[in-house]
Structures are given as structure tokens and as C-alpha cells.
């Protein structure tokens, strides 16, 4: 199947630094990006979805200023978490689809924010 | 916001047991996807099913689609240890395409 990939897995930052996120497709050119949140032992909430070349939609409630997306190209996402606090600490999945086929989306492996 | 309720949240079970989850959902859906994960780890796909179809096998998973309860289920027939992680169903919705709204998910357990 097709693979994504993200980096880093992990991450400790402080208080107050920004924190950027890669989400590439490895073997196919992904349109659309989602990126999602996940706190401990919970759901995944989507955040926001990306198009190529155009601004990120954004869920009702997320912060689009906190959370820079862009997508750049057909294979990179990336999720920019700025000033970030103890409450962004959180796993961030991502997840990608080709125009061929919406139904299916491949998550990437996830990151995991740990903000002191 | 989740659009689907999962039950039970924890499921513990042996090895050869079969282990069955329901979802639960509120809106019109285009189809309903399950989806495991292991712990700290990305999701895996397991199985769609679509709003016109009633059931779907993918090897030991069986997949039962109820428009008109609104709600799946999903059955791993003689488990195994390897099973245990978490599931999750997902629906993408009519005027949401492809946005995914993911249920609370079942923690299966399987221990040998």
C-alpha cells in the first residue's frame, strides 16, 4: 500500500517555540492532506484539510494562526505549531489521499508533541 | 466533532476468541471505514464498507453495514495475540468528502 511518512516521530520543545511537522507520501501524489490530533487514549479529532497549492480548511475550533499549514507539493505537507504550550502537547497524525480515490486516506505514523 | 460512538471502549478476550465492536453514527454517511492502531502508533487500514452495501469480509474481518440503525460492526474471527491494539470506525459523510470523523474506538485486548 502507499506510504507516508512523518518527521519527526517525536518531539520535546519548550514553552513559547515553534514546532514544524513533515507529512510526505513516499510513492504517490497526495492532492488532499488531513491533519489530525489525538490526545491520550481518545479519538482522532480532525483538524484541518489541505489542498495542493491552496489554503488549508480548517475544523471549527482550530486556530488557524496557531497551526500554520502548507502544502507545497504533491508529496510534502507540513503543520506548524507556533508559540506552542503545555495544552498542544498531543499525538499529530496526518493522512493522505490521491485524487483517484478519496475513500481511502494513508496515515503517516504520527508525531508526538511533548511541550515542557 | 466525533460522529460515531463506539462500544464496548475495552474488549478483553483469548486467543481463537472472536471479537465483535459496534459504531454507532448520526449523519447521512457515503461509507463507513474501521481502522487499527496500534499504541503510539498511525492508524491502519482495515475495511471499507459502503453506504449501499450491507456486508464486506477482508480474511478473518466481517464488516456489517445498517443504514437504517445507523451503525457497523466489526468482527476479527480466532484472534490472535497480534490483534490487540485499537479500533476505530469512520464515517465520511455526504457533504463532507473526504473528511473523516473518527468513533471513540475499542481497545482489544487478546492475551494468549
Redesign the interface.
Known sequence: ?AV?S?HPSWVICKSGTSVKIECRSLDFQAT?M?WYRQFP??????MA?SNEGSKATYEQGVEKDKFLINHASLTLSTLTVTSAHPEDSS?Y?C?A?SGVS?????????T?LTVL | SQQGEEDPQALSIQEGENATMNCSYKTSINNLQWYRQNSGRGLVHLILIRSNEREKHSGRLRVTLDTSKKSSSLLITASRAADTASYFCATDGGDSWGKLQFGAGTQVVVTP
Open positions: 500500500g507516508v512523518q488532499t488531513f487514549k481518545q479519538s482522532l479529532m480532525l484539510t499525538f497524525i493522512s489521499a478519496y475513500n481511502e486516506q494513508f496515515f503517516g505514523p504520527g508526538r
